[in-house]
């Protein structure tokens, strides 16, 4: 994993969803159901790693550059503030403008499911589980959404002129 913490964090989870989901089972077949509850785990972070740098990439360019701001939302920089006499160059106003807009635009016209998953997952940064919960479904259904949220962005972007 690269990451010490993250792959504690892992760990720890899978020994909660195994003594969660399998506290009364036999003891001989604890091992195997905790590698299968890992390997699933590390899976799943892998794929939300892999999404979240696809999607957070773009707009990670159009950052402050400023590590102390962990909670900044490049949609909140975009326009100068009112008043200010030195917006950013013309250029690059406008191509960070538009790219935004048009990243809105898309993810305004997914589903209203797959929406709700991808924004949750990708956005808000909730695990599988705690989308779930807030979505009112399965794990499975939740990782079906935000797949098919991810490639219908995709080819959407594509086609409109945004790489990733």
């Given at each position: 994993m690269r990451d010490e913490e993250a792959a504690l964090d892992i760990v720890q989870d899978a020994m909660l969803r195994l003594s969660e989901r399998y506290g009364g089972a036999p003891l001989p077949e604890l091992p195997p159901l905790f590698q299968r509850i890992l390997q699933n785990a590390i899976r799943d972070w892998f794929r939300r790693q892999k999404v979240r740098a696809l999607w957070m990439t773009p707009l990670a360019s159009l950052?402050?550059?400023?590590?102390?701001?962990?909670?900044?939302?490049?949609l909140e920089t975009l326009q100068p503030a009112e008043g200010s006499k030195t917006p950013d160059a013309p250029p690059e106003?406008?191509?960070?403008?538009?790219?935004?807009?048009?990243?809105?635009?898309?993810i305004s016209r997914l589903p209203p499911r797959q929406r709700e998953a991808f924004i949750l997952r990708y956005w808000e940064e909730l695990d599988v589980?705690?989308?779930?919960?807030a979505m009112g479904c399965s794990e499975g259904s939740v990782k079906t959404h935000c797949s098919r949220a991810a490639h219908a962005l995709a080819i959407a972007l594509k086609a409109r002129g945004i790489t990733l």
């Open positions: 950052g402050s550059g400023r590590a102390e701001d962990d909670d900044y939302d490049p106003q406008v191509q960070r403008s538009q790219a935004l807009d048009i990243i809105e635009q898309e589980a705690e989308t779930a919960l």
